[in-house]
Structures are given as structure tokens and as C-alpha cells.
């Protein structure tokens, strides 16, 4: 072999690019794709790693399984069929965790480093990208003088919110969960195009949400010492996140045309908020998650004319029903007006639950 398709064969392979046998004298490559999803709604996964001594994949559809290796080195499995949705997995390469290496699409998180496969089935879904008019998303740096430090938000405007200059929009602060990032649900909950539906559809009012990170914490370098400073995150969210964004976009800056909600922990935060000031936000959604049990706001003889949506979801198979399930019998004992919503299908605590609470409560939010 030439020295010329030796360099060639060495930057198909670091380009992730495997040669089939014979390749080497024919001087040709062939790419390998992974995942693939295949029509009947199954999903190949492939791995290029010759060295590898053992290869599994965990997918949230099907769970952890051996691959095997070909004559190539690429590691392979067919796993499903699976119901169109958007599914996490990782592939586990001698004992490690870690990201498909062919994949652009991955899950922002701070601890584990998943991938994304997208089956998109037959007809679109909530969250599919449709032919309709299109919000934008700013990914935006702001000064937090609650924690003397810079945050960060993702924020969607709606469609023609540039166009539109007089216009003021109401607001929903959606808050990820434990360990998830800024980035979360705008790329696994696909936030931006399951509002750019419903908006379309005429099912929900034009509005903007944003997305801010639930762990401040993480802004400061490793070892920072935080003892003393209180609870940061709610005095960066009511302090400095909610004056930004009212002081840079267009927002109807009133209780009436507030809404705060989150997954998981960031259900937790957003009742936390939000129920702390009412003064602020009128419109609640827990999805998968609950808060304490004991705040001022549950003894108001008028909680009922202060909230104007009271929105709690959850799945069945959730590690956290019981819990959410009580904090709803707790406000039914309190007489405190609620909508509950429940699911069995979506593999418990998982974003295919998120993105279906979104798309069932937006379209209640300032109605």
C-alpha cells in the first residue's frame, strides 16, 4: 500500500470511517452511520473501536446490551422496534460511559454524557420541526449580583417577535432538573418547536420562556467555598433573572403574565418560587415532581383568586409518583383549584414526559 492511501486509510478512520476488507488496496473507505433508524422503527447502533475489548449499549427504549464486533471493528447491534419519540443512550466501552462518538445530537447534562436518537415515525410529533413560522432561541450571558458572578439563559421568542416591535409577550420560566443544564430543554425537551406548534395551531398564545440553569452553584470554579451564602438559587432567579429579562425583552411585566414551571427538580424550584411570591407569578406547572408541603401560600383564604393555573403531571411509573400523587391529595385537602395529569407509556422519569407535559399545560397558560 502506497504511503499516499496509507495517510488516506489513517484519516478515514480518525474521521470515523471504517475500510472494508479489500479497502486497503483499493484505496477506498466506507462511512459508517450511527444510529440508524431503520423503517420498521428499529435502530442500529454502530461503535468503530478495534481495540475494544467489550461493547454494550443502554438506550432508554430497550436497555443495556452486548454488541458485536464485525470483521471492520465496528461494534454493531439492532435494538426496537420503539415508539417514535426521542430516546437517550450511551454505548459502554470496557466498563466507561460514553457518548456516540458519529452522533451530533447529545444530551447537555453536568454528570452522565448521552446521545440522542430521534425516531421520527410516520406523522409529526409534539415536538417535530413543521412547516410553520419559527421563534428564534438566544443563548444569553447575564451579570447575577445575587452570586457576584455571570449566568447564563436560553430564551424563545415567538414567532415574529423581531417583526412585531410594539408587541409585549407574557412569560414562562421553565426550569430543568437535577443535573441538567441551561441547554436541556431546549435540546432534549425541544421546547422552541413544541411552542412554534402550538402557537401555529392557534392552541397556545404567543409568549417567550426561558430557560435558566437550576444550579448556580456550578458557575463558580471547583472549590469555591459557598457555605454562608443562603439559598442562591431562588435570589438569582427572583433578584436577577426575572429583572433581565424584563429589562431586555419585551415582556407584559405583571403577576397576571408570569408563569413559572420545571421538571424534576426544576418542578420543585419553580412552586418553590413561585409560590413564595405570589406577588409575581400566577400560573404554576410541576411536571414530575412537588415542593414542600409547608409554605404561607397554601393558608390564603384567596389562593384560589391568586392562581390563575395550577398544573401538576406525572407518570405512573415515575420513581416520584408517590410523592407528587400526595402533594396533589395535599392541595385537593386544602381546596387549592388544580389540574392533574397522568401517563403509564413514557418509561417514568424520563424527557418524553417532559416534552408531553409541555405540550398538554402551554396551551392553558394566560387564557
Known amino acids: 500500500m502506497t504511503n499516499t492511501v496509507k495517510r488516506l486509510a489513517a484519516l478515514l478512520l480518525a474521521a470515523g470511517m471504517v475500510l472494508p476488507l479489500g479497502a486497503q488496496n483499493r484505496g477506498m473507505g466506507v462511512q459508517v452511520n450511527s444510529p440508524v433508524v431503520n423503517p420498521d422503527n428499529t435502530v442500529t447502533f454502530n461503535y468503530r473501536n478495534a481495540n ?12 443495556t446490551h452486548d454488541m458485536t464486533k464485525n470483521e471492520n471493528g465496528v461494534w454493531t447491534i439492532t435494538l426496537g422496534p420503539a415508539a417514535p419519540d426521542i430516546y437517550p443512550y450511551c454505548f459502554i466501552v470496557d466498563g466507561i460511559n460514553v457518548m456516540d462518538p458519529l452522533n451530533p445530537d447529545w444530551f447537555p ?25 419559527h421563534g428564534s432561541v438566544d443563548y444569553v450571558n447575564y451579570y447575577s449580583k445575587s452570586l457576584g458572578t455571570w449566568g447564563r439563559l436560553v430564551i424563545y421568542t415567538p ?9 409585549r409577550y407574557p412569560v414562562f420560566y421553565l426550569i430543568s432538573g437535577t443535573t441538567d443544564t441551561e441547554e436541556t430543554y431546549h435540546k432534549v425537551g425541544r421546547t422552541n418547536f413544541i411552542l412554534d406548534n402550538l402557537i401555529a395551531e392557534g392552541k397556545a398564545v404567543p409568549m417567550i420562556v426561558v430557560m435558566p440553569y437550576g444550579n448556580p452553584s456550578k458557575y463558580f470554579p471547583a472549590g469555591t467555598d459557598l457555605r454562608g451564602r443562603g439559598d442562591m438559587t431562588s435570589e438569582d432567579f427572583i433578584n436577577d433573572i426575572v429583572p433581565y ?4 425583552y419585551r415582556t407584559i411585566a405583571d403577576r397576571e ?48 383568586s391568586q392562581i390563575k393555573l395550577f398544573w401538576l403531571g406525572v407518570g405512573t411509573d415515575d420513581f416520584l409518583y408517590e410523592g407528587a400523587k400526595q402533594y396533589m391529595d395535599f392541595l385537593d385537602s386544602k381546596k387549592i383549584k388544580n389540574i392533574k395529569f397522568f401517563t403509564n407509556d413514557k418509561f417514568g422519569h424520563t ?17
Open 257 to 304: 403574565h408570569r408563569a413559572v414551571g420545571g421538571f424534576s427538580r426544576g418542578g420543585n424550584q419553580a412552586l418553590s418560587h413561585g409560590l413564595r411570591h405570589l406577588d409575581m407569578f400566577s400560573h404554576f406547572c410541576c411536571y414530575s415532581s412537588y415542593t414542600s408541603m409547608d409554605l404561607p401560600a397554601y393558608d390564603r383564604p384567596d389562593i384560589n
Open 351 to 367: 424527557w418524553m414526559n417532559a416534552k408531553c407535559f409541555l405540550d398538554q399545560s402551554v396551551p392553558l397558560l394566560f387564557k
Open 52 to 63: 475494544a475489548k467489550d461493547v454494550k449499549v443502554n438506550v432508554q427504549f430497550a436497555g
Open 109 to 133: 447534562n453536568e454528570t452522565f454524557k448521552n446521545s440522542l436518537v430521534d425516531i421520527r415515525g410516520n406523522k409529526p410529533l409534539v415536538h417535530s420541526v413543521q412547516s410553520v413560522p
Open 245 to 248: 429579562v424584563d429589562a431586555n
Open 159 to 167: 414567532p415574529f417577535y423581531d417583526q412585531n416591535q410594539s408587541q
